[in-house]
């Protein structure tokens, strides 16, 4: 039980180093059209470490944490993550 504790956590970590240092490192951030709709499928904690990125990188954005159609098409979305 500890062992997969410490792999999930291990990889969780690993993530969140490798978006951040995709999104710091990245030329081409200034392409992203705002605002953005954030959204989840499933039940991972993705959608929340995203927001956190995006809040850094002060781009505007809102979270739907299970987005449907008509969220899509009633928003004025120029980006969905």
């Known amino acids: 039980m500890k062992l997969r504790k ?3 956590l291990l990889l969780v ?4 180093v490798f978006v951040t240092g ?3 490192g990245s ?3 200034s392409e992203l059209e705002e605002p953005a709709l954030l959204s989840s499928i499933g039940q991972s904690p993705d959608v929340q470490m995203m927001e956190v990125i995006l809040n850094r990188v002060e781009v505007e954005h809102t979270l739907i944490e299970m987005a449907y159609e008509e969220d899509i098409l009633e ?4 980006t969905l993550i």
């Open 75 to 78: 928003g004025d979305y120029k």
């Open 13 to 16: 970590v690993g993530f969140v």
């Open 6 to 8: 410490n792999l999930i």
């Open 27 to 29: 030329e081409k951030i």
């Open 22 to 24: 995709f999104v710091v």
